[in-house]
């Protein structure tokens, strides 16, 4: 079955300083990976993706993404955090071997909490 | 930047009533999706729709749930006979054809908080 694990359910960080937000997944085909956040009141937004290629990925606002295979794990990183990266980030995946099947499954979220 | 637009923000239903979700998805998608989060818990995938069938369903999306791409632009989520378990946040979503196997990213609205009495 598939299925991702977000364990932290907050992290806090200072501004300035890296933030990490684990991730780790369970799929039977190749895992297609995928990085959303959530703002209050808003849907889920896009972050960035690994299909295949380069295990560092680099999305929107500095963050990045580093897949590795042996340890089923994709976390969440930035350099420098900002008070406004504060916001519930959720990791997902599908089996990329599933064709036309697109659904994601999602881990539970982690609130980031950048503290000024 | 084009975005997935979802109405009404809020939807308070009495149970036993149908409730009707609407969602506009990006004009040049083809993929279409819904999932719902109940307060507290995951992301939950409903149902995805391409080519104006079906194309995946989870076990949630029984004979209470149904959808349709009623017109060019237009994707709903219909619920038949709610129940107080419905309550949730329902989130649409549409992802372009183009790449293989769905490596496009989904782009989600800002979801209906559906408030069931």
């Known amino acids: 079955a598939q299925s991702v694990a977000q364990p932290e359910d907050q992290v806090n960080v200072a501004e300035g300083n890296p933030l990490t937000v684990k991730c780790t997944y369970s799929v039977s085909g190749n895992p297609y990976l995928f990085w959303y956040v959530q703002y209050p009141n808003r849907g889920l937004q896009f972050l960035l993706k690994y299909i295949t290629g380069d295990n560092l990925v680099k999305g929107s606002y500095g963050f990045e993404a580093e897949f590795n295979k042996s340890q089923t794990s994709f976390h969440l990183k930035k350099p420098s955090a900002l008070v406004s990266d504060s916001a519930l980030y959720f990791c997902?995946?599908?089996?990329?071997?599933?064709?036309?099947?697109?659904?994601?499954?999602w881990g539970l979220g982690t609130s980031l909490a950048v503290n000024p | 930047e084009p975005e997935v637009t979802q109405t009404p923000s809020h939807q308070v239903t009495q149970m036993g009533q149908e409730v009707i979700l609407r969602c506009v998805p990006i004009s040049n998608h083809l993929y279409f999706y819904w999932y719902r989060q109940i307060l507290g818990q995951k992301v939950e995938f409903l149902v995805s729709f391409y080519n104006n069938e079906i194309s995946e369903k989870s076990e949630i999306f029984d004979d209470q749930f149904s959808v349709e791409r009623p017109d060019g632009s237009n994707f709903t989520l219909k619920i038949r006979s709610t129940k107080l378990e419905d309550s949730a946040m329902y989130f649409c979503a549409s992802s372009e054809a183009k790449g293989t196997h769905g490596d496009q990213p989904q782009h989600f609205g800002d979801g209906t908080r559906l408030s069931i009495l």
């Open positions: 997902a995946v599908r089996d990329g071997d599933a064709g036309n099947n697109r659904k994601l499954i």
